[in-house]
């Protein structure tokens, strides 16, 4: 018997997951986070020459003209985009760097075309970003809307991706950490120190499966010999426990200061036993241990970045407002809204008093990057 033809449309493999979504905040307002985002902006500095020697060393273009060709659009993407602007500069050295490469090659070749796909939830402010668009940008833009842990692009369509401050965000909580019966269940504070066994177990499992379903969808997204750099705020090398360092300890005053708000009645505590942050700050050896689980990938590099803002004295106002401008979202989610100003006054003088921890021991934040070359299978 003859095969019947198949005459309907393809389909799109796209699955919304059930997940948690916490935009940073909207707009260009002295409390957003386009006006409060300088740390993360040092990260994308820092990562310039990881960019340029990536594309340098490992962008085959040479070889692979049919899959670089020139005379179609080179498309990039940037994960975890928010509000800008600090996703314009990263697009601007990747831009910068492939077409110098381009421009390198021995057979001169036209440049390319630059698309740059800017992906983020659905409920990032995604029109902020638009009227902030540089004026004078060498690429065409685009918006794309949805979780970066499911697939998002097409098939085989881009051929750069970059992801920076945004993979320490989890899809969900771990649900152990809010289960009274598990000896993972996470009283009286809103995030691990590191010591709580069962605790960090429960969040490096959730950290592990979102790796895996990441790398998964940007598989597909990503043409063979393409490449990734990823940066990630993770734990320095060593015996470091996650409570010394910079986001730990901003972590466990943000805990307590909502802790001072239940003594003066203004949320309950019940609201402060179920609120977790679903973050998690990774090792290097974590981070190639999940790297190493796939094998649509190579780890062309891993590393940690040097800061720019390392040793600037510690900034209390600066690092309250960025605080909240990530924080503000999910804080609404659980507590409302009213309760935000005492919270973040609360909360700047407790930084205050620890003033001198920030400022003389705490140096050991690691912003971590990695560079993966999608293989030809
Ligand atoms: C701290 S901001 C970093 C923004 C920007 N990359 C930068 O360096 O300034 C993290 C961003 O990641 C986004 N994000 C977190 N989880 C995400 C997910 N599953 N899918 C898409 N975006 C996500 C957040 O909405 C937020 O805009």
């Avoid at 939830?121 to 918006?143: C, K, M, T, W």
Wanted: negative net charge; aromatic residues 10%.
């Amino acid at each position: 018997m003859a095969p019947t033809m198949d005459t309907t449309a393809p389909t799109v493999d796209i699955k919304e997951m059930h997940e948690e979504a916490h935009p940073m905040k909207g707009g260009d307002d002295l409390n957003s986070y386009s006006q409060n985002s300088c740390y993360q902006r040092g990260v994308i500095d820092a990562a310039k020459s990881v960019i340029i020697e990536a594309v340098t060393r490992n962008l085959d273009l040479e070889n692979n003209l049919s899959t670089f060709d020139p005379s179609k659009p080179f498309r990039i993407a940037d994960f975890g985009c928010s509000t800008g602007p600090n996703t314009f500069f990263a697009a601007k050295n990747i831009v910068e760097a492939v077409g110098q490469k381009y421009g390198s090659l021995q057979e001169k070749t036209l440049q390319p075309e630059f698309h740059v796909f800017f992906n983020d939830h659905v409920n990032n402010d995604f029109n902020i970003l638009f009227r902030s668009l540089p004026q004078n940008r060498e690429y065409f833009a685009a918006g794309v809307p949805g979780s970066f842990y499911t697939r998002v692009f097409p098939k085989a369509s881009l051929h750069f991706a970059h992801c920076s401050y945004a993979l320490h965000w989890l899809s969900k909580v771990p649900k152990e950490i809010q289960d009274k019966n598990s000896p993972a269940f996470n009283k009286g504070r809103i995030h691990y120190t590191g010591t709580e066994k069962h605790v960090v177990k429960a969040y490096f499992g959730q950290f592990q499966k979102d790796m895996i379903a990441f790398l998964k969808a940007r598989a597909q997204e990503i043409v063979g010999g393409g490449l990734m750099v990823i940066q990630i705020p993770g734990l320095p090398s060593g015996e470091v426990l996650f409570s010394r360092t910079g986001a730990g300890m901003l972590h466990s005053l943000l805990g307590s200061s909502l802790m001072d708000l239940v003594d003066l009645g203004v949320i309950s505590e019940e609201s402060v036993d179920s609120f977790n942050l679903p973050q998690y700050h990774p090792s290097i050896e974590e981070l190639e241990m999940v790297i190493e689980m796939n094998n649509s990938f190579t780890l062309e590099k891993v590393g940690a970045l040097n800061h720019p803002m390392k040793n600037l004295p510690f900034d209390v106002q600066m690092t309250s407002l960025q605080v909240r401008a990530i924080m503000e979202g999910i804080l609404t989610d659980q507590f409302g809204e009213k309760m935000l100003d005492l919270l973040f006054e609360i909360y700047t003088k407790k930084l205050q008093e620890n003033y001198n921890v920030f400022d003389k021991e705490i140096r050991r934040d690691a912003d971590l990057f990695l560079v993966l070359k999608r293989k030809n299978n």
